[in-house]
């Protein structure tokens, strides 16, 4: 029997090559989803210009009229008719004008400052100061496109991993299996003398019909061969794919490009191949071809030190020049583990899990000041709006999953204090409660005196009930030393807060901003917000569109400081790390904040890995070994609870 797609084109040579490369063992594996199982079927789905087609659906505008997203003079996002004149997310809003006259650029929403709801307004970008921008409208639509991808799929043998705001990962295994053993019956039948080890019968094709899906070409050696099941697997995880993009596309109008493989690693450099609206397939036996002229630093978790690292020490760029190195000249330069884990990715391995695990561990709210402000009046409000951003998140979680402790962190010149406290229990945990207690940490810092100017508050809560050891969350992970301890031991050591002073050059930032907001920070605002400075100072909003799967934190490049928005010269807004050039400080901070954020994501995709083989990159300092590295912890994360009871479009 054979699927529509699956062309029976010429009869199996019986005496050729009787046996596939498979085992009945392995079959059963996929069908628990197993990493082992050398048949798995994973896709990443990747939503082509996020932001940009979230403001062409809800504008209506044609798909062919160029457009991009603004946040103040930076671009965010781009669609794909504007990136043919050019444009990118690097250009100012004046060159992208100039490279393409008729493109339409879209503001994102923002909050002001009196109001008790983002919306969208003509004059943001004119006013930095007092707007705070939301990303509210794309973690709904993000929201959608999730929820229909798993309403598309079997719900019991589904597993789907929100990797960030426009990033999924769908584990097919268990979904192609008992696709496999619908059209192809023989694999029903018990293997030989019950040896779950005997090896399957081949499948009965010779080609299978590809469906003009963007297709890696096989390696060389691989050529002749014909297709065994993981090459069946595959297709029909292609198939799955196809038919979920068709529904997005239909149902919400949203085109995305999709990578299908038998990992994480290779799905999504598989997105990224063939952009926008396409799918590209990477057989197993065409993994080597595809990694063989790929550029080491766009392998996940190689955009940083760790790729600048390998890059060096052998003298090489791409994949294929870096194949000949023997796994002992890769421990001797790199260290045991990170030099075994290196050898086995550059050869496409991976076998983390895709993960559907989505509780949140930490939520964050903050705000960078630019110019800075100077007095508890004008940080008070900004507390509040924290506490309701955060409160209203934490009412649309799990009521049993509540948070443990709170950090408050201030930014003065060069040093960040941070106070930490137990959350009481037993309490209605509401905006009151949490604004009341980020005061209490405010005036803590506030008594020492030398705190003003401040240029950055943010707070945050986290040791969720149920979190595990490990389950740190975002905070803690940022954290490091004693705030990192303080954190985990937040609730056996209540009422003892931490103060940190190390110079914030050499801490990570915590100064994000995570919005949301529901009528839960509208009452708390409208109730209480009578403190309200018209002379306070909001400026450059940290935040940028990398959501994390807890979508509440802004998450900030903190290793360099000397480019910090506001400060320095625009001259010297060059990014370190790919070169970009930024004319304002706020889209240079945008910049790094995603930097960050796709480190980050790339990391904690690595985590699962690091079972087997841990990605160095989550290991502690070793000789050679990347130093970029330490952060920790995952972002598990319900999605975007915050945002339900918005309407998306904004007043
Ligand atoms: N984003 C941002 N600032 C950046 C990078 C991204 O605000 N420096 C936001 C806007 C993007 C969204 O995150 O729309 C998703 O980022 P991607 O890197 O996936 O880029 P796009 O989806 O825009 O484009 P592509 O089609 O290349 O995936
Ligand atoms: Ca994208």
Not at 390 to 400: G, K, N, T, V
Not at 622 to 628: D, V
Request: hydrophobic share 35%; with cysteine.
């Amino acid at each position: 029997m054979s699927s529509p797609h699956i062309r029976e084109s010429s009869p199996v040579m019986e005496n050729e090559n009787p046996k596939s490369r498979f085992t009945y063992k392995h079959l059963c594996q996929l069908a628990s989803f197993s990493p082992s199982s050398p048949l798995r079927v994973i896709a990443h789905i990747d939503l082509d210009a996020f932001y940009a087609q979230c403001e062409m659906v809800r504008l209506n505008i044609p798909e062919n009229q160029p457009l991009a997203v603004q946040q103040w003079q930076s671009l965010i996002a781009v669609n794909y008719p504007a990136r043919e004149f050019g444009v990118s997310r690097h250009c100012t809003v004046a060159d992208a004008k100039k490279l393409c006259p008729y493109l339409v650029t879209q503001h994102v929403a923002t909050w002001r400052e009196g109001d008790d709801k983002w919306a969208y307004r003509k004059d943001a970008a004119a006013n930095i100061a007092s707007d705070k921008v939301s990303l509210d409208p794309y973690r709904l639509q993000s929201r959608k496109i999730l929820q229909l991808i798993k309403e598309s799929l079997p719900s019991h043998l589904q597993r789907v991993e929100k990797a960030s705001i426009d990033e999924v990962f769908c584990d097919l295994s268990a979904q192609v299996h008992s696709i496999l053993l619908e059209r192809f019956p023989e694999l029903t039948r018990p293997p030989p003398h019950g040896d779950l080890a005997e090896r399957l019968p081949r499948p009965p094709v010779v080609a299978l019909d590809w469906m003009a899906d963007a297709l890696v070409d096989l390696d060389e050696d691989a050529e002749s061969q014909d297709p065994d099941w993981d090459d069946v697997a595959i297709l029909i995880g292609s198939e799955i794919i196809r038919a979920v993009r068709t529904r997005i596309r239909e149902k919400l109008r949203y085109t995305c490009s999709a990578g299908i493989a038998n990992n994480k690693l290779l799905s999504k450099l598989g997105s990224a191949h063939k952009k926008p609206n396409q799918q590209t397939v990477i057989r197993s036996r065409a993994i080597q071809h595809f990694l063989s002229d790929l550029k080491i630093t766009k392998i996940r978790n190689f955009g940083g030190k760790l790729g600048d690292n390998v890059t060096s020490a052998f003298g090489v760029e791409t994949v294929r020049e870096l194949l000949p190195t023997t796994l002992d000249q890769m421990k001797s330069k790199l260290g045991d583990e990170t030099g075994t884990w290196v050898y086995s990715t550059i050869r496409g391995v991976d076998h983390s899990e895709v993960s559907s695990r989505t509780q949140i561990k930490s939520m964050l709210s903050a705000k960078s000041f630019r110019p800075a402000i100077r007095t508890v009046e004008q940080a008070t409000p900004w507390l509040r709006i924290f506490a309701a951003d955060i409160s209203a998140r934490l009412d649309e979680e799990d009521s049993r999953r509540r948070p443990k402790t709170m950090n408050l962190h201030h930014r003065h010149g060069g040093q960040t204090k941070s106070r930490q406290a137990a959350i009481p229990q037993g309490k209605a945990l509401d905006a009151q409660l949490l604004f009341d207690l980020a005061r209490t940490l405010l005036n803590q810092i506030l008594s020492e005196g030398n705190v003003w100017p401040c240029m950055n508050l943010s707070l945050s809560v986290g040791s969720f009930e149920d979190s595990g050891v490990g389950n740190m969350g975002i905070s803690g992970f940022l954290l490091k030393g004693e705030e990192a301890q303080a954190l985990k031991s937040g609730a056996k050591d209540p009422g003892s807060p931490v103060v940190s002073d190390r110079p914030a050059a050499k801490r990570r930032r915590l100064d994000g901003a995570g919005q949301g907001g529901t009528g839960g920070i509208h009452r708390f605002l409208v109730k209480q917000s009578t403190t309200n400075d018209k002379s306070m100072s909001l400026a450059a909003d940290n935040t940028k569109g990398h959501e994390d799967e807890d979508s509440d934190s802004g998450l900030h490049k903190g290793s360099e400081w000397q480019s910090e928005a506001g400060d320095a010269p625009s001259e010297s807004l060059k990014c370190s790390r790919c070169g970009a050039s930024f004319d304002c400080p706020e889209g240079f901070q945008s910049h790094q904040d995603w930097h960050l954020a796709k480190d980050l994501q790339d990391e904690e995709r690595g985590q699962a890995t690091a079972a087997a083989h841990p990605p160095p990159s989550a290991r502690p300092k070793r000789p050679n070994g990347p130093t970029s590295s330490s952060k920790n912890g995952g972002r598990g994360g319900k999605i975007e609870h915050g945002q339900q009871k918005l309407t998306f479009g904004g007043s």
